[in-house]
């Protein structure tokens, strides 16, 4: 039998011009477009010509659509595939989507491109805090799996990984009926396989064997017969990973083991708990660094969390942090600001501590949690900008340095969190300066 002819690129979909094909499935194709308007790359999924008319998947296909078109403009996190726009052709209906270079994370499911387990983990608390976004919007997600899963690159490293591919999604606040037993049965938890009430346990158990898979070059559970497969979910224990990969604590196959247990109460209560266990195996030392002996992005988000300045920040702010700041180590005795000079960074004190100097006169001691240089922000013209102290590292330190340049590229909502921690840092301080003036004897 003859192959079908593929069909012809298009110029345009909808307003959107077409570059090239990303990919294609038996029901819908994927372009890379440029958004003219927007001056953008966006990914445009069409669903194909006749496939809402067939008779067994037309019904189907356009409840997967309605999934995601509902979703347009809501999910804002940096690891999750954002969704700009949504037409409801009648012969071809699309969706618009963030564009994320790279590819999905198929391929490092094979036995000989396996990642580093660091790396791993790294993918595995990022996706955690993601789907844990998700839940928190009323969603699950329902298709966790390797293909829905996208890594940006850079050279053989992974930069990022983001979720994709909402069609799956049930929405827990939706009035209209919602498809039930859908997603990809080598990831299906069992109450998934048995259509039974679903809670973000289910991708917790879908995340759990992405990672195994990750780890071990092969499913938690394989079978040439779908019948034997879901028996397996249903009644089998997945191989341990220290018995499968060299490298593997106890600790990491425990965390993995317990994602894919067969009854959600005994997996993980919800995504943080999840994430936290993810990310003390990194604390504890029980994955092994290889060659990436840099700071992994986990922790230094959980760094952040610990600090009085970012106490008001959610996940999502968090991660832009992470991503937008520059992150600076100082030794004992580097001098960051020099009186008379006019700056052009703040920074916010991670760890360590520095002095401030007025005249020779130590003023303050400033610690972890706590910001410097902030005038460099707030101040409303170039005069006030220049140090009036000398501040000098006391203790090696770690800071979490902006420029206003590089916080004006920050959501508003973040830019507003930061002004709101601002506030807060410079009415102590006027309360501790209020405090010396009234009680010299008490402060010294």
Request: proline content about 6%; charged content about 20%; aromatic content about 8%.
């Amino acid at each position: 039998m003859t192959p079908p002819l593929a069909s012809p690129l298009p110029s345009q979909i909808g307003k959107y011009r077409v570059l090239r094909l990303l990919g294609e499935g038996a029901t819908s194709e994927v372009f890379l477009c440029v958004d003219d308007f927007n001056a953008r790359e966006v990914a445009v999924k069409r669903v194909r010509a006749g496939a809402l008319s067939d008779v067994s998947e037309g019904a189907l296909q356009a409840r997967f659509f309605a999934a995601e078109a509902a979703l347009v403009g809501r999910l804002q996190h940096p690891n999750v595939v954002q969704i700009f726009d949504a037409v409801a052709d009648p012969n071809e209906p699309y969706v618009v989507m963030e564009y994320v270079p790279g590819t999905t994370l198929r391929p490092y499911c094979r036995a000989d491109q396996l990642l580093p387990l660091d790396q791993i983990v790294e993918i595995g608390f990022k996706c955690a805090m993601a789907l844990g976004y998700v839940s928190r919007q009323g969603l699950i997600h329902r298709d966790v799996k390797p293909a829905n899963l996208l890594a940006v690159t850079v050279g053989n490293d992974i930069t990022e990984v983001k979720v994709s591919d909402f069609g799956s999604v049930l929405n827990l606040h939706a009035d209209t009926t919602q498809v039930f037993r859908v997603g990809s049965l080598a990831y299906m938890s069992p109450e998934q396989l048995d259509g039974d009430a679903l809670d973000p346990r289910a991708d917790i158990y879908s995340l759990g064997a992405v990672l195994y898979h990750l780890i071990a070059g092969r499913q938690p559970f394989d079978a040439t017969a779908q019948s034997v497969l879901m028996a397996q979910i249903y009644g089998a224990k997945p191989a341990p990973l220290t018995e499968l990969r060299a490298g593997v604590d106890p600790a990491l196959d425990a965390v993995i083991q317990r994602a894919l247990a067969k009854q959600p109460g005994d997996r993980y209560a919800g995504w943080d708990d999840f994430a936290q266990a993810i990310s003390a195996l990194v604390a504890n030392r029980q994955v092994p660094r290889g060659g990436r002996q840099n700071v992994l992005d986990s922790e230094r988000f959980n760094l952040l969390r610990t600090l009085e300045f970012f106490s008001l920040f959610g996940d999502v702010q968090l991660w832009e942090v992470v991503h937008r700041a520059t992150w600076q180590r100082y030794p004992q005795g580097h001098l960051i600001y020099r009186k008379g000079e006019e700056g052009n960074t703040f920074h916010i004190i991670a760890a360590g501590s520095v002095d401030v100097h007025r005249d020779g006169v130590r003023v303050a001691h400033l610690g972890a949690g706590t910001s410097v240089g902030e005038m460099v922000y707030l101040a409303p013209n170039p005069e006030l900008k220049r140090h009036s102290t000398d501040v000098a590292v006391v203790e090696p330190a770690t800071m979490i340095s902006f420029t206003p340049e590089s916080l004006a590229r920050l959501s508003p909502g973040s830019r507003h969190l930061f002004d709101e921690a601002f506030i807060r840092v410079l009415v102590r301080r006027l309360h501790v300066a209020h405090e010396a003036l009234a009680y010299p004897r008490r402060i010294l």
